[in-house]
């Protein structure tokens, strides 16, 4: 048990909708780091928020946002979601920013699925 | 971000040791090199990191060249539970950077009891 939670596990839902996955990090750590995993792009980063602002931003689409509370938790926002969103995600978490250093620790993942 | 190149599989046989190779030959010096694995159903794991003098844990070592071109994961005594994606990633220490890991596609390691 790596001490990220995320919520749900699963997911299913129709094209067009919006889903809001949850995640809740290690106690401790301010950064929060979404990724997603799809069979045939892998494993990929999508943002990044530390303490409460966004950190980084990779692969995301306008569609997906995000966001992270003062008590920590994270959200990722899909909206207008199509067959190709199905994919697992991923939250991770880690204590500090800047280094190169430090590990992220992922929770067990949301397993989306658009039909 | 720096490239690593890993076998798409291995195998090996359960209580046996295990290297697991990584060539980043375009390795920055300010590049830490990471391990992270995956195991099936599951999200990725911390596995350990160096820069670079050889590193141990309780989970696995770290042997990395001299010139840092490449790497090997040892693990010393494989399980079952070993079997796994193993990524090799490189992260820029540089300061201010994000601390994104980049996954590449990975190495399939299958154990066999």
């Known amino acids: 048990d790596s001490g990220v939670t995320q919520t749900p596990k699963h997911l299913i839902t129709a094209t067009g909708q919006r889903v809001t996955l949850r995640c809740s990090p290690r106690?401790?750590?301010?950064?929060v780091y979404w990724y997603q995993q799809s069979l045939d792009q892998g494993l990929q980063f999508l943002i990044q928020?530390?303490?409460?602002?966004?950190?980084a931003k990779g692969n995301i689409l306008e569609r997906f946002s995000a966001q992270q509370f003062p008590d920590l938790h994270s959200e990722l926002n899909l909206s207008s979601l199509e067959l190709g969103d199905s994919a697992l995600y991923f939250c991770?978490?880690?204590?500090?920013?800047?280094?190169?250093?430090?590990?992220?620790?992922f929770g067990p993942g949301t397993r989306l699925t658009v039909l | 971000d720096a490239k690593t190149t890993q076998p798409n599989s291995m195998e090996s046989n359960e209580e046996e040791p295990v290297h697991l190779p990584c060539n980043h030959s375009?390795?920055?010096?300010?590049?830490?090199i990471h391990w992270y694995r995956q195991l099936p159903s599951q999200g990725p794991e911390y596995v350990i990191h160096?820069?670079?003098s050889n590193v141990n844990n309780r989970m696995a070592s770290l042997a990395i060249a001299e010139d840092r071109k490449s790497s090997t994961l040892i693990l010393h005594r494989a399980t079952l539970r070993d079997a796994a994606v193993y990524y090799c990633?490189?992260?820029?220490?540089?300061?201010?950077?994000?601390?994104?890991?980049?996954f590449g596609k990975g190495m399939k390691l299958t154990v066999n009891p």
């Open positions: 991770a978490s880690s204590v500090w920013v800047g280094g190169g250093t430090d590990t992220q620790y």
């Open positions: 928020y530390y303490n409460g602002e966004e950190r």
């Open positions: 990633i490189l992260r820029d220490r540089g300061q201010g950077g994000s601390e994104k890991l980049v």
């Open positions: 106690s401790g750590d301010l950064s």
């Open positions: 375009t390795i920055s010096g300010t590049d830490y």
């Open positions: 160096g820069l670079t």
